[in-house]
């Protein structure tokens, strides 16, 4: 699973913010959202994604792994995966 | 009838655009709209402009960059430069709506280029300073510059300004691009002093602002017409070193008082 050509992201106090040129969009993302999509932008696999999001904000390795899947689901709707 | 086709310099923001063309309309609405604005011909890139159909669409510019070949279209004009020869060509209708949005994209991806920005927001100069306030539209920008004017401070725009980083710091430079106040602007340049995000309010008050809320008034208001990833990087590097260089903070007004002329040096 890898983030779409095109984007550009940054992280600014905490948030990471994406843009969506193509279709003039900002996208915010904080919290464990942003820490998958620095891991997917590494392209880490859904595991490693999870282990890490396990580490920083102490949830088991199953939710966490729950938690990824879920965000990449929505991520996809949104388009923003290729 | 004096024509008055020829050449004639066009500078905004330090960006020197030299325009040449055949056609007497062309030349005669770009004297008029940019009076404020001309320079003396020869320093700028080099644009031959030829009058091209006035289509409607596409509203929206296209701007791209690809191997040092720069190309800007919408339904009105359709222009390549060439940055590393310094010199395009371009076919425009005549008339201002649409050279103003041939210059307002080609401006806004300069400035981009070059580490700066160009912002949706009321733009004042008071005490040797630039203060800016970006917001969309209904925000307050042209209520807030009006206030100012009628204060006594100087209106840079109430609607576009063009921001760059300079080896002392981030300038703001007088701006043709207005919104309702409908203003010339005048060709020249102030060290930003603050930026300061709007709210309408009862009362007036400076309050200070998360730097993630800050950022994304202004990414929001950032005016880039380029949909590539690099653009894109170049203006999310841009828009976190201003706000880096000068925080923003909120500032409450209201519409009755300029107050806020006292709050924000």
Redesign the interface.
């Given at each position: 699973m890898k983030i779409k050509k095109g984007l550009a992201y940054r992280r600014v106090a905490g948030e990471l913010f994406v843009v969506d040129a193509g279709k003039a969009r900002l996208h915010e993302l904080n919290g464990p959202a942003a820490v998958i999509w620095e891991g997917l932008a590494k392209n880490r696999s859904q595991a490693e994604i999870a282990a890490e999001l396990a580490a920083q904000f102490e949830v088991g390795e199953a939710a966490a792994l729950a938690d990824v899947g879920d965000f990449v689901r929505e991520l996809q709707g949104a388009g923003l995966l290729a | 009838m004096a024509v008055s086709r020829g050449a004639l310099g066009v500078a905004i923001a330090g960006f020197g655009v030299d325009f040449k063309s055949d056609s007497a309309g062309i030349i005669t609405i770009l004297r008029r709209r940019y009076a404020p604005f001309i320079e003396r011909p020869g320093r700028g890139l080099e644009l031959a402009v030829s009058e091209g159909p006035n289509r409607r669409e596409p509203f929206r510019p296209y701007v791209e960059s690809a191997a040092g070949r720069l190309e800007l279209r919408r339904g009105d004009f359709n222009a390549e430069i060439f940055s590393g020869a310094g010199r395009g060509k371009a076919a425009a209708a005549p008339n201002e709506q649409c050279l103003d949005a041939f210059l307002r994209s080609l401006i806004s991806w300069n400035l981009l280029e070059s580490g700066g920005l160009m912002l949706h927001s009321s733009g004042i100069a008071l005490g040797g300073k630039a203060y800016v306030f970006p917001g969309k539209s209904g925000a307050g920008k042209s209520t807030l510059a009006k206030l100012a004017l009628k204060a006594g401070a100087e209106v840079i725009s109430d609607e576009i300004n063009l921001l760059r980083p300079g080896p002392r710091g981030w300038r703001v430079y007088g701006s043709p691009f207005w919104g309702e106040m409908r203003a010339g602007g005048r060709q020249a340049n102030w060290p930003l002093g603050g930026i300061f995000l709007l709210k309408k309010a009862a009362a007036t008050s400076v309050l200070p602002c998360?730097?993630?809320e800050a950022?994304?008034t202004v990414?929001?208001c950032l005016v880039?017409f380029?949909?590539?990833?690099?653009?894109?990087?170049a203006?999310?590097?841009a828009a976190?070193r201003l706000?880096a260089a000068v925080p923003a903070r909120r500032l409450g007004f209201s519409k009755d008082s300029a107050d806020f002329l006292e709050l924000i040096g």
């Open positions: - | 998360a730097p993630g950022f994304r990414m929001r880039n380029s949909r590539s990833a690099e653009v894109s990087a203006a999310l590097l976190g706000l």
